[in-house]
């Protein structure tokens, strides 16, 4: 990648972390707008696959709760077994 000088005329090789300086210097609402989208992109996108897989294992979101504290109890449970009436 590579400049051409405005005075000169000439090209200078530039590196992408010069350029990325010179965006942030010069763009900072443009860097912030960016960050802001990839974070939200980086949000939906694991919603998206979150969903897809109840998609896949054929349940709603309520029911993956319900499996969940029923799996945690039977496990509390075997753990620490009640006393037996006699």
Sequence with gaps: MSVRNRTTG???PVTHLVVAKWLV??????????MSLTL??????GFLVY???????????NESFK?????????QRAKCPRAKAT
């Design 10 to 12: 000439e090209l200078s």
């Design 25 to 34: 210097h010069n763009h900072p609402p443009l860097i912030g707008l960016c």
């Design 40 to 45: 939200i992109g980086l949000v939906l996108g």
């Design 51 to 61: 969903h897809l897989y109840l998609v896949f294992r054929n349940t709603t979101t």
């Design 67 to 75: 499996w969940k504290d029923l799996a945690r109890e039977i496990k």
